[in-house]
């Protein structure tokens, strides 16, 4: 069978079964249906905090065994990869809106823009109202570039992208070089006093942190508000500037990806599994390879931070596309089962489901709601992470039963189209 013969296959299949609006490429839903859950397995520490503990499970206070390899688990398989295959599916995205814009006789470049500006307004409310690890903000600010830098070819695209990509990441290694190499002699004993100070005052600086986060983790939903608008108004303007050099490139490549037909069917199957099946296998040995120097030397946390921001990139990028590609190769045999029809719901409502997960999981954690922030390890986190890939897949179908959007992905389409579309199929 064909890319194309098996696209088609899935596209007939899922509409047998699940009513779709007829312009949405199937397996694009469901590659960010596994993505927004995905996601969740890695935020999940960071609503569950402190964020720290993200970084090293045992920095904050002393980790199980179990907590350990739940941690490791997740650093192998999602943390980082989940993050850069959205950031590709993103870029795919803003070529197929920009040319199913232009192919209806739009103009696709106003009309994206104004579909990006509205997601930085949307980004900015996410992170006041719900929380500080909105990456929607980020998203609309590179997806702003990638969409002046459309027009470029693909062999330019994607030498950019990569350039940008690697020489960000090996800027970032060379900078943190000299404190990864005090942390190391601090532990085999052999620090001087100018690097004890440096792991000192690197350590000092996180506990802080942490013990901030703890203080902010108790307030109100209002006081906590108050914070976020007086004490750190551009917080999404720092993150931006510490995720600009990842994501830009990831969604450059993501456009070549959809532009050469990866997801499309244009791709031969063949070469979609020596992609999905070389880049998954590379991106899992170099991983495992760092997991099996971090895990005995109970994950340094300044090593930790260097890998997670830095040092993990080639296998970030390579496990994302090595997703990806596994995820076009099987969707023929996924999208028709009940967990696929599931999962293309999730990803068409991938939106809604991101925002529903902060609100769910703010509320459990933080001290306007159940209070729980700081009383989770790795481990008992994924019992939410559970929960929630149950609720997302449990609700998005039946909601698509009723309605062509979800409703966080009907208001932003609204606001793009300046009118309040129909979103009820039966009305």
């Given amino acids: 069978m ?6 088609a296959t899935v596209r007939d299949a899922v509409h047998t079964v699940q009513p779709a609006a007829p312009e949405r490429l199937v397996t694009l839903d469901l590659i960010r249906g596994v993505a927004v859950l995905g996601i969740l397995a890695v935020n999940i520490s960071g609503f569950a905090g402190p964020m720290m503990a993200a970084t090293s499970p045992s920095i904050i206070h002393p980790v199980s065994p179990a907590d350990e390899a739940a941690f490791a688990f997740t650093f192998l398989f999602f943390e980082g990869k989940m993050r850069a295959l959205f950031s590709l599916l993103f870029g795919a995205g803003i070529v197929l809106f920009w040319d199913r814009a232009e192919a209806a006789g739009r103009d696709g470049t106003i009309l994206q ?19 500080w690890g909105d990456i929607l903000f980020v998203y609309a600010a590179c997806g702003i570039v990638a969409l002046v830098l459309r027009p470029v070819s693909n062999r330019w695209l994607l030498t950019c992208a990569l350039a940008l990509y690697f020489g960000w990441h090996l800027w970032g290694l060379f900078d943190i070089a000299s404190t990864i190499a005090a942390e190391t002699a601090q532990r085999k004993g052999l620090a001087t006093p100018d690097q004890s100070a440096v792991v000192a005052g690197w350590i000092g600086s996180a506990w802080s942190w942490a013990a901030q986060e703890m203080r902010e983790s108790i307030l109100g939903y209002l006081p906590l508000l108050v914070v976020k608008l007086l004490d750190r108004p551009f917080w999404q303007v720092q993150m931006l500037s510490s995720a600009f050099g990842e994501t830009l490139p990831l969604m450059l490549v993501g456009m070549v990806a959809y532009r050469v037909g990866l997801f499309d069917g244009h791709l031969s199957r063949r070469r979609v599994r020596s992609i999905g099946v070389a880049s998954t296998a590379a991106g ?16 340094p946390p300044i090593a930790m931070h260097a890998a997670l921001v830095w040092g993990m990139a080639m296998p970030h990028l390579m496990m994302s596309c090595g997703y990806a590609a596994l995820l076009v190769l099987t969707a023929p045999q996924i999208a028709p089962t009940r967990i696929g029809r599931r999962l293309i719901a999730a990803g068409r409502t991938a939106f809604s489901n991101y925002v529903l997960c902060s609100v769910i999981m703010t509320a ?22 559970f929960g929630g890939w149950a609720l997302m897949l449990a609700w998005s179908p039946v909601w698509l039963r ?26």
């Fill in 284 to 299: 899992l040995v170099l991983t495992i390879t760092f997991l099996a120097w971090a895990w005995p030397r109970d994950f």
């Fill in 113 to 131: 823009f104004r579909r990006l500006c509205w997601l930085l307004l949307l980004g900015g409310l996410h992170y006041l109202l719900l929380w």
């Fill in 402 to 427: 009723h309605f062509r959007r979800g409703p966080i992905e009907w208001l932003w389409r609204s606001l793009v189209e300046q009118r309040w579309l129909k979103n009820r199929i039966h009305s």
């Fill in 364 to 385: 459990a954690f933080y001290g306007w709601g159940l209070g729980l922030f700081g009383k989770f390890g790795p481990l008992a986190q994924w019992l939410f992470v």
């Fill in 2 to 7: 064909t890319q194309a013969a098996a696209t």
